[in-house]
């Protein structure tokens, strides 16, 4: 999305002051971290407080970097990833801790784009570079950025695309009103989010063995009550993503999610084979500071400050502890799930 669209809050390096010290590594944890909306331009001193989190993998789950304004100029996403690889904090991460990357509109080139962008392709060829992808990766052989990998042997983390694919939506009667801010649902059966393709592979990978599944969209995927992007203006397809965790029996599925500026946890019931969490983290560099849409499905109201998010496994226990942390590191909004409420009926 823009930024310019909306009123956004972003706080400078003076905002560390008090940053939580560093968590002493926990036995028999696994701890992964996320994080979506940076704007190259703008100060970073999330990436300090991240590493001092000591996560075991990270995801970069979107807008890494902004190129979105019309009209598309390559030229415009080069300079975009050329600023953001010379931010210290984001180098070190990138050359300390495993991670996974994924695009949203901001790195993909249009704002809100879907499948009808007419530059989707070198905007892909600029992403695989600037995240240093092998000349072997599978993503260079096929349509799409969609991935998966294990982490710690026991937590499948796909990453979905949720761009290169993706139907036109359906833009609202009523822009602004609450609710339908840009879009309404559309129940088009012929329109898709993943495509064919991509949904035929997460089949795939659901049917793969795995403790803890995280899977990384970066719009939305079980939120309601806002007409922003989300999986929700697709309801047949988020059905279909619902129906397909329960036809393949794929336990310990979370999902993560950004997009939206805000930093949020939901858990959905309706229509799912068992409870369904989506944990939002958005704002490195600027937040919405103000929301109040309706969260019919949210655990607690969102977190408005700039924010990222922690998936903590403790094995022992088989629990893990979702959270969302401000720039301190400190804990703003958590739920804590165990792992055998995420199993699927046999």
Request: hydrophobic share 40%; proline share 7%.
């Amino acid at each position: 999305m823009l930024l310019r669209r909306r009123q956004f809050v972003a706080w400078g390096a003076s905002a560390l002051a008090g940053c939580a010290a560093a968590p002493a590594r926990l036995a028999g944890h696994t701890v992964i971290g996320f994080a979506s909306c940076t704007e190259q331009s703008h100060p970073q001193p999330m990436w300090d407080t991240i590493l001092a989190q000591r996560p075991d993998f990270f995801v970069f789950a979107g807008d890494n970097v902004y190129a979105d304004r019309p009209p598309f100029s390559l030229a415009v996403l080069r300079d975009a990833y050329a600023m953001q690889e010379a931010v210290p904090g984001f180098a070190r991460l990138r050359a300390t801790v495993p991670h996974m990357a994924i695009w949203d509109d901001g790195d993909y080139g249009e704002n809100d784009g879907g499948a009808d962008f007419a530059f989707k392709q070198p905007s892909k060829d600029e992403f695989l570079k600037f995240w240093r992808a092998p000349a072997d990766d599978p993503r260079r052989a096929r349509e799409g950025l969609y991935d998966a990998r294990m982490v710690a042997g026991r937590v499948q983390v796909i990453v979905l695309d949720t761009r290169w694919f993706r139907s036109p939506l359906k833009r609202t009667d009523e822009r602004n009103a609450p609710g339908k801010e840009r879009y309404v649902p559309d129940a088009d059966p012929a329109k898709t989010m993943l495509g064919p393709q991509q949904w035929a592979w997460l089949e795939e990978q659901l049917r793969q063995p795995a403790d803890l599944r995280l899977i990384v969209s970066s719009v939305q995927v079980v939120a309601d009550g806002h007409g922003w992007e989300r999986w929700g203006n697709l309801p047949l397809e988020r059905q279909k993503l619902y129906d397909l965790v329960k036809r393949t029996r794929a336990n310990g599925i979370v999902f993560l999610s950004g997009d939206r500026h805000i930093g949020a946890i939901y858990r959905e019931t309706d229509g799912t084979p068992y409870p369904l969490h989506d944990i939002t983290s958005s704002g490195v560099t600027h937040s919405f500071e103000s929301n109040n849409e309706a969260g019919p499905n949210r655990v607690g109201p969102p977190f408005t400050g700039l924010n990222f998010g922690t998936v903590d496994v403790d094995w022992a226990a088989r629990t893990v502890e979702l959270a969302v942390r401000d720039i301190r590191g400190a804990k703003r909004r958590a739920q804590s799930i165990h792992l055998d409420e995420l199993k699927a009926p046999t």
